[in-house]
């Protein structure tokens, strides 16, 4: 039986979208900031002339037999979630389409014998490469602004050349000891690969260790009166801390966590978010059975699915006595009921994931 696309089945907020062939495995992850007009773009009419991308688009959508959404906050969360979710599933369609355009900004090293550090946008024209191929990519970050800035500082802070081509004598930058002057052999090529090296490690970090060192610097700076530079750095770490959006779909946590959304008595279901070691991976709606109070029906599904294992901790809004009886036969595993912090942004992210998908089985 073919999928049947019905847009209004489909929000207009940021999300992943999992596509699923007939035997239940997801062959396709990916994100929009629009869900709904995202997925109406694999399902639009049958082009006369097509390219390749377009066949293998067709393949795709010929094997999709469901579609599974999760919900988030923002942009930002929506990249995350598909980074970590297309690491976790390893859909083939994925490995097939890598000419889907992410949109977001990259910075890369080129392979040549003195590498650069260039910006790069997918299935852009990026003149900054000069046709040299790319070693290594940086990234995804979320701005312009924020890529560009932290490209020139690291490419200040650690010397490294920005022309092409090489040059035999050195420019403005060196002078301004923004440069290593490489060109002109003012440093060896070894010491420049060690500079280069350096660089990628700095690059690697998460953005919010990279803007803590940057701020270190501004401070080195002002005590050594170089006031134009530290205003040039604080420019550019303002860039980059403006990308550091709060986002809860991974989080550095060594803990297993299940996070539980009890919707209202009459619906008789909850959604279970499943997170491992602080990465969401997954959210599914749970019938309750409809016996007793809504009090005893929460209860017995927490018992029901945890009595005999389960994870490092669950979260969870449930009636008081129903965690209390969970802690009771848990043996070690810590119930959490928040009402602040991170948990509870997690059980807010659950609900707006719940109500959407009951929203969803009451229209079917």
């Known amino acids: 039986m073919s999928f049947t696309f019905e847009p209004s089945r489909y929000p207009t907020t940021p999300g992943c979208y999992l596509m699923r062939n007939a035997a ?185 260790a990279m803007a803590g060192d940057m701020r270190a610097e501004i401070d080195v700076c002002a005590a050594q009166l170089a006031f134009e530079r530290a205003q040039r750095i604080k420019k550019q770490v303002l860039a980059l801390e403006a990308t550091l959006q709060p986002q809860i779909v991974e989080r550095d946590i060594d803990c297993d966590q299940d996070v539980i959304y009890f919707g209202p008595a009459k619906a008789h279901c909850a959604l279970v978010a499943t997170i491992r070691h602080g990465i969401l991976l997954g959210v599914a709606l749970h019938p309750l059975d409809a016996a007793g109070d809504y009090a005893q029906m929460c209860r017995a599904f927490l018992l029901a699915r945890y009595i005999h294992s389960g994870p490092d901790e669950v979260i969870c809004n449930a009636p008081g006595e129903a965690a209390v009886a969970l802690r009771a036969v848990s043996r070690g595993m810590r119930v959490l009921c928040p009402i602040a912090g991170d948990e509870y942004a997690l059980l807010e992210l659950c609900r707006l994931n719940y109500e959407y998908q009951i929203n969803v089985k009451r229209e079917a």
């Open 24 to 208: 239940g495995r997801v062959i396709y992850v990916g994100k929009a900031k629009n869900l709904r007009r995202r997925l109406a773009s694999y399902f639009r009419p049958v082009r006369k002339r097509k390219t390749r991308r377009d066949y293998r688009i067709d393949k795709l959508v010929a094997a999709v037999a469901a579609i599974d959404i999760i919900l988030v906050n923002t942009e930002l969360e929506s990249l995350v979630l598909e980074n970590n979710l297309i690491k976790h599933y390893h859909p083939r369609f994925n490995r097939m389409l890598m000419a889907e355009d992410s949109g977001y900004y990259y910075i890369v090293l080129t392979e040549e014998p003195l590498p650069r550090l260039v910006p790069y946008r997918k299935h852009r024209i990026n003149k900054a490469l000069a046709g040299e191929d790319v070693e290594r990519r940086f990234g995804p970050y979320l701005t312009r602004e924020s890529r560009d800035g932290l490209l020139e500082y690291v490419t200040d802070h650690f010397g490294l050349r920005t022309c092409s081509p090489l040059p035999s004598r050195v420019c403005l930058r060196y002078h301004l000891n923004a440069c290593s002057g490489i060109c002109a052999g003012h440093v060896t090529p070894e010491a420049y690969a060690a500079n280069v090296q350096a660089a990628m490690t700095f690059l690697a970090r998460p953005s919010t």
